[in-house]
C-alpha cells in the first residue's frame, strides 16, 4: 500500500528557453511576461501547472480534472459536464484526479461545492537575468480569405534566452488537514512532470525548452519546518551583458548560499534528491563543483527519471 505524504519538502527547478515564448499574454498581444522595472521574464505558475497536468494525462494517463475536451458539437465542456464524469461527487472528483490532489481547485456547480487549497503551492517562475524580447515577421504558403493571390503575414513575439527558477513547497498539513490522500507516488508523478513535461513542450511557441536542475529537499517527519526562499539563494554568473546570453554553456549557476543554507539545517533535512543536466557548470565560493559532493554527509539520491 502506497502511503500518504508524511514529510514536508521543498522544490527548486530551474530551465531554460530559446527562440521562444514561454508565457504569454493573452492581454497584451500574446508577449512573453517581463517586469517593467527590472527587465525581468515572469512565468506563473498555471503555466507551469498546465505542463505537469498535460504531461501526467498524455504520457502517463493519469486523471486529471481541469482538461480541454469539447462536446459532440465541438464547444469546450464545463466544470458542470466535467464533474458528470465523476457522477456529480467532488469527493470522487479529489479521489481520482492527481492534479485536484497536488494543486487543489473550487468546484461549485449543482449545489455541490468542493474547495481545496492544494498542498503544493509554486511561486511564479522567474528568470535569473534580465531578458530582451525579439518581434518577428514571416509569411505563409497559404493566403487569407481576404487576398487569394499571396500568403498571409505572420508575426510573433520570443525571447531568444531566459533561464528560469520555479520555487516551490508540498505541505504536508494542507494535505492532512482537508482530508487530501497525496500520495508519495503523486509526489514522484509530480516531478517527473516538472522534468520531463517541460522537455516535451514541443509545439511552435514552445518548443526550446530544456530542464537544467532539479532539487527536492524532503525534511523528516513532524519537523514542520522548511528553509524557505530557495530560489534566492542561487545566482548567475556571466561575463557578458544579461540580454546578451544566448546558452546555458554561456553563464555559471553560483550556489553558494544554497548550500550553506541545506549544510546550517541538516539536522532537519531527510534526504535531497537531484538532477542536474550535464551542460550546467555550478559553483561554490568562486569554485566549479560537483553538487552532490558539495552537499556533504546529507543524504543524496537521485530522480528516477
Known amino acids: 500500500m502506497v502511503l500518504a505524504i508524511k514529510n514536508r519538502s521543498e522544490i527548486l527547478f530551474l530551465y531554460d528557453i530559446t527562440d521562444a515564448n514561454p508565457n504569454g499574454d493573452p492581454l497584451d498581444e500574446n508577449k512573453p511576461r517581463i517586469d517593467e522595472e527590472t527587465g525581468i521574464n515572469i512565468v506563473t505558475d498555471v503555466r507551469l501547472k498546465r505542463t505537469i497536468r498535460d504531461y501526467l494525462y498524455d504520457y502517463k494517463r493519469q486523471d486529471i480534472f481541469i482538461l480541454e475536451k469539447k462536446d459532440d458539437k465541438g464547444n469546450l465542456r464545463t466544470k458542470e459536464d466535467r464533474l458528470s464524469d465523476f457522477k456529480d461527487s467532488p469527493e470522487e472528483v479529489k479521489n481520482r484526479c492527481i492534479d485536484v490532489r497536488l494543486f487543489g481547485a473550487t468546484i461549485a456547480v ?112 513532524k519537523a514542520n519546518f522548511f528553509i524557505g526562499e530557495l530560489d534566492k539563494r542561487i545566482a548567475l554568473i556571466k561575463e557578458i551583458r544579461d540580454e546578451e546570453i544566448r546558452d546555458i554553456s554561456q553563464v555559471k549557476l553560483d550556489v553558494s548560499e544554497l548550500l550553506k543554507a541545506t549544510e546550517s539545517n541538516k539536522d532537519k533535512i531527510e534526504k535531497i534528491l537531484l538532477k542536474v543536466d550535464e551542460r550546467v557548470t555550478m559553483t561554490k565560493d568562486g569554485k566549479e563543483i560537483e553538487v552532490k559532493k558539495a552537499l556533504g554527509d546529507i543524504a543524496i539520491e537521485d530522480f528516477p527519471f
Open 110 to 221: 449543482k449545489e455541490k461545492t468542493l474547495t481545496l487549497t492544494g498542498p503544493v503551492q509554486f511561486k511564479y517562475g522567474k528568470s535569473l537575468h534580465k531578458v530582451s524580447p525579439a518581434y518577428i515577421k514571416g509569411t505563409t504558403v497559404m493566403p487569407s480569405k481576404q487576398d487569394k493571390k499571396q500568403g498571409t503575414f505572420t508575426e510573433k513575439y520570443i525571447l531568444p534566452y531566459s533561464l528560469i527558477c520555479f520555487y516551490g513547497v508540498v505541505n504536508e498539513n494542507a494535505a492532512l488537514n482537508q482530508e487530501i490522500y497525496l500520495t508519495e507516488d503523486d509526489i514522484s508523478l509530480l516531478l517527473e512532470g516538472i522534468w520531463l513535461g517541460t522537455k516535451n513542450l514541443i509545439s511552435g511557441s514552445k518548443f526550446g525548452q530544456v530542464p537544467r536542475f532539479l532539487m527536492q529537499v524532503v525534511y523528516k517527519e
